[in-house]
């Protein structure tokens, strides 16, 4: 557990033995701390592991003014837990992977598409290796250790299937099949990966227009690096690969933007059901307007490339028009689409005017 500087006290629930002791006598944990004063700070590692601290917390909080971080990987368990969530008096965040933005000049764009951008993976000296042992105390910590399913052996089998949809819209039944398990098993096993923080849902946007829109999510993992390590991918990158994991990197960088700065009300995803070909990748509303987003690993762009952002220009709003590609020349076409490289983005979000 890393050092935080404004912490006065640190607790990390994976530390076996103190695991025991407040598993034994939850008090022990409000005892421990009521001699801090009010104001001083108290970091508390892997919560879920015992929801029932939340209780103590909320003594803390409210008769010495303590002041709590928390962290932990499965909203799921202190959900089923029925536990204290502190209404009111605590916010939540969620954790990215590391950011252009935050990494500066250490940031390799092709090196991030090939394993991540979580801090355990940039610090190891065999990224490859880290990300294998990672998926694996995946399974064994978070899914067997927390009891969030109850078919292991099925749950192994689906997550590398689940991988090959990153980006996707989903084909449950297809899944379920080539997994070996029930259609509902894989919702629930979708969830799982929801709750523990693995990947996001991109909902499809609807409207009043009178074309009628796909309602289907797809979904999206958080770190092009998990989906390269549970589809057992390593070295180089295809080009088959590259689309949808700097498709998912652009959308993980967009969502990092909403839950940071806030401007950005919801994501969306558009593609009207008469145009099946016709998709633009992300639909980002804010409160009068609207800005699209189409994403292209390729290092040129292609006239064809841009016949979903000509398509959405009819849809009410939309005041920006944007293809993010790996080539290096921005411009602006003749109908107002602006064509900007990966690092011009990057500018965009730092200067947030996204």
């Known amino acids: ?30 005892e421990e701390l009521s001699s801090l004063k009010g104001g001083e700070w108290v970091f508390v590692d892997e919560i879920q592991r015992l929801p029932g601290l939340l209780n103590e917390v909320h003594r803390l909080i409210e008769k010495k003014r303590i002041k709590f971080a928390m962290t932990g990987s499965s909203a799921r368990k202190l959900r089923r837990a029925g536990v204290n969530l502190l209404a009111g008096r605590a916010l939540s965040r969620q954790l990215f992977p590391l950011t252009p933005m935050e990494m ?19 610090q190891s000296e065999t990224p490859e290796e880290t990300l294998k042992s990672y998926a694996q105390s995946y399974l064994k910590e978070e899914i067997q250790a927390e009891a969030l399913v109850r078919n292991l052996s099925g749950f192994s089998r689906f997550l590398p299937i689940a991988a090959l949809f990153h980006g996707q819209t989903l084909n449950l039944a297809n899944i379920a099949r080539d997994a070996g398990v029930q259609r509902p098993t894989v ?68 969502e990092f933007q909403k839950e940071v700065f806030g401007a950005i009300e919801e994501i969306y995803y558009w593609s009207p059901a008469e145009a099946k070909l016709t998709e633009v990748d992300f639909l980002l509303k804010y409160e009068k307007r609207f800005i699209a987003i189409e994403v ?34 921005d411009r602006t076409t003749e109908d107002g689409i602006e064509i900007l490289s990966f690092a011009s983005f990057v500018k965009l979000l730092q200067k947030q005017e996204i």
């Open 1 to 30: 557990m890393e050092t935080l500087a404004f912490a006065k006290v640190e607790i990390s629930l994976l530390d076996e033995e103190r695991y025991q002791a407040y598993l034994a006598h939850p008090k022990l944990f409000y």
């Open 187 to 254: 919702q629930g096993f979708f969830e799982v990966l929801e709750d523990t923080l693995l990947v996001r849902k991109l909902e499809a946007y609807t409207s009043r227009l009178r074309v009628r829109e796909k309602r289907k999510p797809k979904f999206y993992f958080i770190d092009p690096g998990i989906v390269r390590a549970l589809k057992k991918e390593r070295g180089p990158i295809s080009a088959e690969q590259r689309g949808p994991l700097f498709e998912g990197l652009i959308y993980m960088l967009l």
């Open 104 to 122: 500066g000049a250490d940031f390799d764009l092709e090196k991030v598409l090939e394993t991540g951008s979580l801090p355990l993976i940039i």
């Open 296 to 329: 292209k690993s390729s290092e040129n762009v292609r006239p064809e490339d841009l016949k979903g952002l000509q398509a959405i220009n009819e849809l009410n709003g939309i005041a920006r028009r944007i293809l993010i590609y790996r080539g290096s020349r």
